[in-house]
């Protein structure tokens, strides 16, 4: 086996002992799923669960279609960039409709061809589509984002810190298996929230013997305590 392989397999065992299978993503439907990929751009998964509490059990690609834009904006103003979203909501929307809204048709399709109109739509970029596209319809296709990155920036590992290069980096040394990617993702968003956050909390982390700066970061406080020790004795 690859050393990289190998590498990546003990961070996805250790983060799988940790968290156990995080059941991803929130969403009791592939469009509730599309729904919750726009919304959650630059906001907290708190604010789109409330977005969605607001259409009180009527979000559907019909009902989003049959708003008019303002009013769609009122609904998911909790998530924030409420009237770009309703614009974003309502374009990926209609981009469903040719399929009819049918999520085994679009999975009948190559997943190349589907991401390609993903992107083509205002307002979808590349982690919104990649996690349509593993989490709505199941195509193996690794979602990157500021926690991935975060990952590959601190543990270290051999990847440029650019979305393609760390999407190819996952890509190519994980089997493509959408179920694989789909609780590695997860697991990697779990320990970012508990740990790995912009000032990171490096104490029981289960990456800690793997991770150089959160080595180095308990080395230094390890000293740092010695040395306060031996002023007080």
Known sequence: MDNVQSILLDIYDRLFDRYGDPHWWPGES?????????????????????????????????????????????????????????????????????????????????????????LSLKGVGKETADSILLYAFGFPSFVVDAYTMRLIDRLPLPAALDYDSVKVFFENYLACDAGLYNCYHALIVLNGNSHCRKKPSCSNCPLISICVQGSEKLSLTKETQMIQRNNIL
Do not use: D
């Not at 769609?72 to 909501?89: D, S, T, V």
């Open 30 to 118: 592939p469009y509730e799923v599309i729904t919750g990929a726009i919304l959650t751009q630059n906001t907290a998964w708190g604010n789109v669960e409330k977005a969605i509490k607001n259409f009180g059990g009527r979000l559907s690609p019909e009902y989003i279609m049959s708003l008019e834009p303002a009013a769609l904006a009122e609904i998911i103003r909790p998530a924030g960039f409420f009237n770009q979203k309703a614009g974003y909501l309502q374009t990926v929307t209609h981009w469903f409709t040719q399929y009819g809204y049918c999520a085994e048709t679009v999975q009948a399709l190559p997943m190349e061809h589907v991401r390609r109109e993903l």
